[in-house]
């Protein structure tokens, strides 16, 4: 079980990568500082719906161009 949230990000190149894990029972609102928005992707590759997110319980990976 995750006791707490928890977000990390890293940068390689133009590529900005971010963690985010939201404890059971818990929510979040994320924002990605991108500069292009439609560049997000989740950590299946697929577009997401813009640069604030909201998300259930679960561990989660964003990536985006800087």
Known sequence: MIPYPACGWSIAGDRLTVTATVPPGSTAVL????????SI??????????ATLRLTSGRFTFTART
């Open 31 to 38: 924002e990605i500082p991108a500069s292009d928005p439609g």
């Open 41 to 50: 992707r989740d950590e299946h590759g697929a577009p997401t719906a813009g």
